[in-house]
């Protein structure tokens, strides 16, 4: 596909990437320009169209969206593509809509010319509602795009999915502890609140049952609505469960196969657990049930319903609740404020932002050298990361590309900002540029630090930004050992534009002498400090390190 602005007198045959309206003639995006349309755009005064010419392996964007859509689409769904670049997915018979919402993410960036928007997961559909739609911006696109696609997809079950409503013998305990009227009228409201909001998932609540509020208690009841082939149990408990070693989630601990989650981010409602026994799902409900907005909690209540086998991963990533807009402090708790006291630009030191590069495939090391092991399960790319988030640079940016997933499983256990780089294959220069472009205002330069440095630590790093000197407006400040320059290297502000690492066995880039005047050297004392792993026999040294250590 030859992407580009056409003059129009040799646009003959350019598929159009936009639609036109021309005296009352409709010209839709992807059509392909004829003799007589040139002379028709002309009269118009148009002299130049944004566009594409075909090439043997292109194809059109309703050939696409109908491949990709049928490798999308599964139990109970359709599709229907049209000729405006978007393909309808409807639910072909009533049901609740299964997906989930990290497949999404990850499916939207897989093309940057691919969208796919769905409805909310678990919403109940009905025959012929539009559950998703899936738009391609491109007229054409070539096969082996598409092909990598459908590849990409094809190591999980389908994407979008409808099943069918069917009912859950449910039951619910009550865990009581005073029993009287408050109690009983506590418990009422909080089961009408449940009722109500599932009707359209037709449990069937069928089962009540009394319990102390102690564990054993608690798990005889679950033991007894077990055995009588309760499929769904709700808990309700006379008070909020404050911690895991509380009443109630201990009593699960009891009975249980597998506890799932450990909270529900959500103030109010952060007693919600999850849990499995065989086949059969336990659900303690949050004291407050009845008195919160239970939008989030019903969420992934939905989700522990219609997930045939619960597990720790899919509770995993909880989407936090939100408060709601326009809230006031109010007056008794003004006179008690603590402003904050963060330093900004005000500070006598300078704030050095991190970019650590992880976004490589760095083959050259035989292996993907990034997710090996260093130290017990940590892998050698959060070395630097931690490294980074340990010194006195903030932010902190890591630049992921390949093995995206597999670094996102450690990345989410810190507070650091992670940035995808689609264009990792087109080499290091695309991920400085993303990672330096994201750098906020208030920061006096960058450090950049390959992600295949690990013995480099806080104190190096600190070292670095020691060097720099607040308030000049070009510096750079690198590491050498025996006047060899060498990564991880600060930028000022000035020269963002310049940005780049210290080459690798190579001469220095121009860039590197030309600001030699400004350039802050921080010498170290073992070529090991600067150990960058490129080969297997890198990957030896770093485990050999290892050992010695152990």
């Known amino acids: 596909m030859k992407t580009a602005e056409f003059d129009i007198n040799t646009a003959e045959n350019v598929r159009l990437f936009a639609d036109y309206n021309l005296g009352g003639k409709f010209y839709p995006k992807g059509h392909a ?10 009269m118009f005064g148009i002299r130049r169209v ?24 599964g139990d109970n769904t359709a599709y229907v593509v049209g000729d405006d670049g978007l393909c309808q997915i409807v639910a072909a018979k009533d ?64 994407l979008l999915q409808i099943a069918e409503i069917q009912k859950f013998k449910t039951a619910f305990i009550y865990a009581k502890a005073l029993d009287d009227k408050a109690e009983t009228a506590h418990f009422t409201s909080v089961v009408r609140s449940l009722v109500n909001a599932f009707a359209p998932y037709q449990l069937d609540f069928s089962g009540e049952y009394n319990s102390a509020y102690h564990q054993e208690s608690v798990a005889d009841s679950l033991q007894d609505a077990l055995a009588a082939g309760y499929e769904v149990i709700f808990v309700l408990g006379a008070f909020p469960s404050a911690c895991q070693k509380d009443v109630l989630p ?17 103030i109010g409602a952060a007693d919600l657990f999850f849990a499995q026994k065989k086949e059969a799902k336990i659900i303690v409900l949050p004291y407050n049930y009845d008195k919160i907005d239970t939008s989030l909690a019903n969420r992934y209540i939905k989700q522990a319903l219609f997930t045939e086998k619960l597990n720790p991963a899919a509770f995993a990533k909880m989407i936090p609740a939100t408060l709601p807009d326009g809230e006031m402090l109010g007056e008794q708790d003004k ?6 006291k963060n330093s900004g630009t005000k500070g006598k030191k300078a704030n050095i932002a991190a970019i650590v590069l992880a976004a490589g495939v760095g083959s050259r090391s035989g292996r993907n050298k990034l997710m090996v092991e260093v130290e017990e399960g940590l892998p050698l790319f959060m070395k630097a990361v931690n490294a980074a988030i340990a010194s006195d640079a903030s932010p902190v ?34 991920s400085i540029d993303l990672g330096i472009k994201s750098v906020p205002g208030f920061c006096d330069g960058a450090m950049i630090i390959p992600a295949d440095m690990p013995n480099v630590t806080a104190a190096d790093m600190n070292k670095l930004i020691a060097s720099f000197k607040k308030g000049s407006e070009k510096q750079l400040c690198v590491f050498s050992y025996k006047g060899v320059k060498s990564n991880p290297i600060i930028w000022s502000k000035s020269l963002y534009d310049k940005a780049d690492i210290v080459p690798e066995n190579a001469a220095l880039r121009p860039v590197f002498m030309e600001h030699a005047d400004y350039t802050n050297i ?21 485990a050999l390190k290892k050992e010695k250590t152990d």
């Open 250 to 266: 201990e009593a699960l601990q009891k009975i249980v196969d597998i506890k799932v989650n450990t909270h529900l981010p959500q």
């Open 33 to 42: 320009i004829t003799k007589e349309d040139i002379i028709i755009f002309k």
């Open 522 to 542: 921080v010498e170290v004392k073992s070529a090991d400090k600067l150990l960058d792993v490129n080969f297997p026999s890198d990957l030896e040294k770093v």
């Open 397 to 430: 940016f890591v630049i992921t590309g390949y093995h995206d997933e597999e670094m996102s499983e450690y990345l989410d256990k810190v507070d650091v900002n992670v940035i995808y780089n689609p264009a990792y294959r087109s080499g290091v220069k695309t």
């Open 95 to 158: 049901g609740v809509f299964i997906s989930d919402e990290d497949r999404i993410s990850k499916f939207n960036r897989l093309h940057q010319e691919i969208v796919l928007n769905t409805v909310l997961p678990y919403h109940p559909a009905t025959k012929g509602e539009v559950i998703a739609r899936l738009q391609m911006s491109t007229p054409i696109m070539p096969q082996g795009e598409v092909d990598d696609i459908i590849f990409k997809l094809s190591g999980n079950v389908s």
């Open 335 to 340: 006179d008690s404020l603590i402003a904050a």
């Open 50 to 73: 944004f566009g594409a010419l075909m090439e043997d392996d292109d194809i059109d964007s309703r050939t696409a969206l109908g491949i990709i859509a049928a490798k999308l689409c």
